[in-house]
């Protein structure tokens, strides 16, 4: 007999609403719920892949602990529990709470688990709980909410002109990507900015093929031209921004004749962009990935805000929706946790506290406070789904802070690069194998139910179980009283009025508060001012420019600009492929097939005047180290660029794009290293 079991599927971060099937007690496939007619229902390959990943043979399935002559033994969870706690509490005792980090990678899950292991931590007494978000959207996320006091949600189905920028949903969320093709069909207009030609680049009305990391001078002359041509909405600004004439001086500095050339667009492409986009109501932005892990992500992000309100496409329908959080139960308990103790991250205040409950997300502080000691050394690290060695900025200089530590304890579903440094490994489950809340479902109704598909395989065990089993251990069992994960849900849910019952009676999902456009009207903006803040105060007050690029810098973000020679070429992480997600899945043979080995891709006119061929295999270097990969031609790359696979680290080290990625630059308000672009060197 089938069952169909409606949940969440998290084998990446676009938390599909799925309908998995079981067939007696086994999984057999997933079915994302689409809005498209099932002949353009874009295929997600992981998806189809979902059993292959939850039966892999190389999952971990039962507790390992390092022996002493290095290697895994299998153990009870009793006994694996006991060392962990016993570790952590032998450290407190003779160095403080604050040795002790968690680290919380993306993996295959990011959902209530980061709220139950920042509890766990803050009630631990330690402060160091860092998430991933320093080179992921968080440090997009603050400029939004400096800007106008939350993130946006961009409504591209019902949108008359959709800019994506530094996104392809394509790879990273297909039903984002069936929204932006819905809204294409009913005549939105597609404009996207992108060095690489991606899938919707092609689909585009308008495609801007930018010089890599120099998004913000871009935004700032569309600011400039949209300004001076008198295509913004006035009353918009003139009654819910502040700061107009501010941005209006700095965007002068950004006059679209000069940036052109300068960032690799004509001046013509640039203005009918800009044209096109102000005059188009509704409009909406969707920024993504590609704006991340550069040195000028928060201003580059601000100054991309700052064009939302200009042309008054704030919270409207097919704009940017302004988000309405679930109201819930904190579970983080931050007061429990000693207040005089500053965090590993304590040099990037703003970010640490622009949101109630985001928490800390400067990684790169982590490795500093390991390998340097300050601002004071970190011993012990719990490492839930992550894969630093190979996913942080400068690989070689994070896989030595990892060698240092004196005890690792690995929460993950297979073993990694990282698990090689690990004394414990904790087996986790997948997200088919328990029963969550995902953030993004918290962050803005709808709140769907990712349900249990079925039971964790072997002695694997749900995240949640492991946090509250570790803290039980830890003496804290007052404040994990909650015996199932639903318990623990129902607690969270609380004030919103919504039970695990009701959303598993409601699979599609129910809303804690009617949606609501224009809420600024009776409300105001979530800042200081109560309005939209082209020039932050707040920012000001703090030592950081009040209006994005202010200067009129031209500094080029890229790493290693200063001592590049005219024979180097800019380096970027290539496309983030649906068959993986980061570093994971690369075991799975289903999914392997489709993407065998890694490339480094140059346009065809760039190879022939260097004497590549197809196939070849190169070496790239930068003043950090080199990775060896295969040379492939394509015209979606521009010349003057090589775009190295990214992930495959996993599968071998030198293929790390992060052996060639600086992390001593950083951004000063995200404490963000410049990952995605780079100057290199190809040895043929």
């Not at 009353?235 to 500095?253: R, T, W």
Request: aromatic share 8%; proline share 8%; glycine share 6%.
């Amino acid at each position: 007999m089938t069952q169909q079991i409606h949940t969440v599927c998290r084998l990446c971060s676009a938390c599909c609403p799925v309908i998995a099937e079981v067939k007696g007690e086994r999984f057999i496939r997933a079915e994302r719920k689409s809005l498209l007619p099932p002949e353009k229902t874009l295929i997600c390959p992981k998806l189809r892949a979902a059993p292959d990943i939850v039966y892999s043979p190389d999952r971990i399935l039962k507790p390992l602990i390092r022996n002493p002559a290095g290697e895994f033994q299998e153990v009870s969870w009793e006994a694996a529990l006991d060392l962990v706690a016993e570790k952590m509490l032998s450290y407190k005792e003779r160095f403080g709470a604050e040795t002790v980090a968690w680290l919380r990678g993306m993996a295959a899950d990011w959902g209530a688990p980061w709220d139950y292991a920042v509890r766990l931590m803050n009630l631990f007494g330690s402060p160091n709980t860092i998430g991933n978000g320093s080179v992921c959207h968080v440090a997009r996320e603050m400029a939004h909410v400096y800007t106008y006091g939350s993130l946006t949600l961009a409504q591209p189905k019902d949108s008359r002109c959709i800019v994506v920028w530094g996104k392809n949903d394509r790879h990273t969320a297909p039903g984002a990507c069936e929204a932006i093709l819905a809204g294409k069909e009913q005549g939105a207009k597609l404009i996207v900015i992108d060095p690489v030609q991606t899938y919707l680049a092609k689909l585009a009305d308008i495609w801007l093929p930018i010089k890599p990391g120099h998004d913000g001078q871009l935004a700032m002359a569309m600011i400039h031209e949209i300004i001076s041509q008198g295509w913004y909405d006035a009353d918009f600004v003139q009654n819910y921004c502040i700061g107009f004439e501010e941005l209006k001086a700095a965007a002068a500095k950004y006059p679209v004749a000069e940036v052109g050339p300068r960032i690799w667009l004509a001046p013509e492409a640039i203005r009918e962009a800009a044209r096109l986009y102000a005059a188009s109501k509704p409009a909406c932005i969707i920024d993504g990935n590609g704006l991340d892990m550069h040195l000028q992500v928060f201003q580059t992000t601000r100054a991309v805000c700052l064009l939302r309100a200009l042309t008054g496409n704030l919270d409207k329908g097919g704009g940017d929706f302004i988000l309405q959080p679930v109201p819930v139960n904190d579970l983080q308990a931050k007061d429990h946790c000693p207040q005089d103790i500053p965090p590993v991250t304590a040099a990037h205040p703003l970010f640490n506290t622009f949101h109630h409950n985001w928490g800390l997300h400067v990684q790169s502080a982590l490795v500093d406070a390991i390998l340097d000691e300050k601002p004071y050394p970190i011993r012990m690290v719990v490492v839930q789904s992550g894969n630093p060695v190979i996913t942080m900025a400068d690989a070689n200089r994070a896989r030595r802070a990892f060698e240092k530590l004196e005890f690792l304890v690995m929460i993950d579903l297979f073993q990694n690069q990282t698990t090689r440094y690990a004394d414990v490994l904790l087996p986790a489950c997948s997200c088919f194998e328990k029963t969550q809340l995902n953030r993004a479902y918290l962050r803005n109704s709808p709140v769907i139910l990712a349900n249990e598909v079925l039971p964790p395989l072997g002695e694997s065990r749900p995240d949640w179980w492991i946090t509250f089993a570790l803290g039980r251990r830890l003496g804290l069992a007052d404040y994990f009283p909650w015996q199932t994960v639903e318990e623990a849900i129902d607690y969270q849910l609380e004030p919103s009025g919504l039970t695990v019952a009701q959303l598993r009676a409601n699979p599609g999902g129910l809303r804690a508060t009617p949606l609501k456009f224009e809420k600024y009207r009776a409300q105001g903006f979530a800042t200081p001012s109560g309005k939209v803040e082209l020039a932050s105060a707040r920012l000001a007050a703090a030592g950081q420019p009040a209006v994005p690029f202010q200067d009129g810098s031209t500094a080029d973000p890229i790493s290693f600009t200063e001592t590049a020679g005219p024979d180097a070429l800019i380096g970027i992480s290539g496309a983030r492929v649906n068959r993986f997600t980061h570093t994971q899945f690369f075991h799975i043979p289903a999914l392997r097939r489709g993407d065998p080995e890694p490339t480094a891709d140059l346009h065809p006119e760039e190879a022939a005047q260097r004497g590549i061929v197809p196939g070849r295999m190169l070496t790239i270097t930068t003043p950090r180290g080199r990775v060896r990969l295969r040379a492939r031609l394509t015209s979606a790359v521009p010349r003057g660029v090589v775009r190295l696979a990214w992930g495959w680290g996993e599968v071998d080290p030198e293929m790390n794009v992060n052996n060639l990625t600086d992390d001593d630059r950083r951004d000063p308000v995200t404490g963000t290293p410049s990952s995605r672009s780079f100057m290199c060197y190809l040895e043929i």
